[in-house]
């Protein structure tokens, strides 16, 4: 059974960047066909997709936040990470990642991380 675990500061900054860091366990990041991602709920809103990579390493970023946003992998340690720069208090959410399965071109979720609150203040 995959496990997605989230991790990184819990404050940062207007101006500054947040990184947020999802460590997988159970489950290669390169394996075929699934798709990881990052997902975020601000307070009192629903769901946002923020951008995902794939088991090939291709990114994909929402149109509204590709401008300051960075997705990477290091397959060494079977992790991926979210970078968003020039943080606003807008950017405050619960960040999760998750796992997609893309076996049959669903884009089917069946992992999630348990989410951790970032908050942007001064």
């Known amino acids: 059974q995959v496990q997605l675990q989230e991790s990184g500061p819990g404050l940062v900054k207007p101006s500054q960047t947040l990184s947020l860091t999802c460590t997988v366990s159970g489950g290669s990041i390169t394996t075929n066909y699934f798709y990881w991602n990052w997902i975020r709920r601000p307070p009192e809103k629903g769901l946002e997709w923020i951008g995902n990579i794939l088991y090939s390493g291709t990114t994909y970023y929402s149109p509204s936040l590709e401008s300051r946003t960075s997705i990477s992998r290091d397959t060494s340690k079977n992790q991926f990470t979210l970078q968003l720069s020039s943080a606003t208090p807008e950017d405050t959410a619960v960040y999760f990642c998750?796992?997609?399965?893309?076996?049959?071109?669903?884009?089917?979720?069946?992992?999630w991380g348990l989410g951790t609150q970032v908050t942007v203040s001064s």
């Open positions: 998750a796992r997609a399965d893309n076996t049959w071109g669903l884009d089917e979720y069946d992992s």
